[in-house]
């Protein structure tokens, strides 16, 4: 009943805050759990660590597949499609794949990956590997290779600790204005205290872009269902989602706010291949 009334008040007071944050919208993040809390996922060890920060994904325990759609501000050519697998490959090792696309026929990103993770005691680290492919209309294609890094540690058992950076190597887009793709550095912690509560906190800093500060929460009601809110800065937005857990699949969905677009609505699902054992263990 406490965990209750803690994610409840830290709820409103989350959508209090967020009606005077103001900036410009970034990098979302993929699956129902990290959409759902502004994108506080840089401390997360769930599977959906193939897409947000690939150092949590030692953490799992059972190999699964994982997909989602994205419709940002509900306009046409704002669609994300997006799909992978993980799976152990070799004692604390997790090896994962994955793919998504941006876009429509005038504008696309298309990002196909591969990463490995790695745990040693409380703590983990990965690498990703993505090979970017961006079309635009009438100006032609652009192929890259982006590599980032992440780590997930465990301090206390109630406090986590998480960081990550996308294109360290600030690989080039165009020579014209020595344009490259946008590196991007987070880190978070995270307050554990139960298997049905969380609660997050973290800064993101796009190195050409203003610091963006995003809180979050999830309490996970029944072994069945679980919800999820947050809100972020640059720009100004909120978000809420819930997820529901039949046997080895998740459904899950979050929307998204702007302070002047539509709302952004995403769905995912997840299936383990082997039966979860205990609540303990899909909250992992």
């Not at 990103?109 to 745990?119: A, L, P």
């Not at 090979?131 to 890259?144: E, T």
């Not at 009601?221 to 978000?239: D, F």
């Amino acid at each position: 009943m406490k965990s209750f009334l803690l994610f409840w008040a830290a709820t409103i007071v989350l959508w209090l805050l967020g009606v005077e944050l103001l900036a410009q919208w970034r990098m979302c993040g993929l699956g129902a759990r990290a959409v759902g809390m502004a994108n506080t996922a840089v401390t997360l060890q769930d599977e959906w660590a193939v897409f947000n920060n690939i150092g949590g994904l030692a953490w799992n325990k059972q190999a699964a597949w994982l997909s989602a759609y994205d419709n940002r501000f509900q306009a046409a050519g704002f669609h994300t499609v997006a799909t992978g697998i993980i799976a152990p490959i070799y004692g604390g090792m997790w090896a994962a794949a994955s793919f998504s696309r941006f876009g429509d026929h005038l504008f696309n990103e298309t990002i196909g990956s591969v990463g490995i993770s790695h745990k040693i005691a409380n703590y983990s680290l990965g690498m990703r590997a993505n090979y970017v492919q961006i079309n635009m209309a009438g100006l032609g294609m652009r192929n890259l290779i982006a590599f980032e890094l992440g780590g997930v540690g465990q301090l206390t058992p109630q406090l986590w600790i998480g960081a990550h950076i996308f294109n360290f190597t600030q690989a080039r887009l165009a020579e014209f204005q020595d344009e490259r793709l946008p590196t991007v550095m987070k880190a978070g912690l995270s307050f554990r205290p139960n298997a049905r509560l969380m609660l997050h906190a973290e800064g993101e800093k796009d190195i050409e872009m203003p610091t963006r500060i995003k809180v979050g929460a999830e309490y996970r009601i029944v072994e069945k269902l679980a919800l999820r809110t947050g809100i972020a800065t640059q720009p100004n937005s909120g978000a809420f989602g819930f997820s529901l857990y039949f046997k080895q699949l998740e459904a899950g969905y979050a929307v998204a706010t702007h302070p002047q677009l539509l709302p952004s609505h995403h769905v995912a699902l997840r299936y383990h291949l082997f039966k979860r054992k205990s609540l303990e263990s899909a909250l992992e």
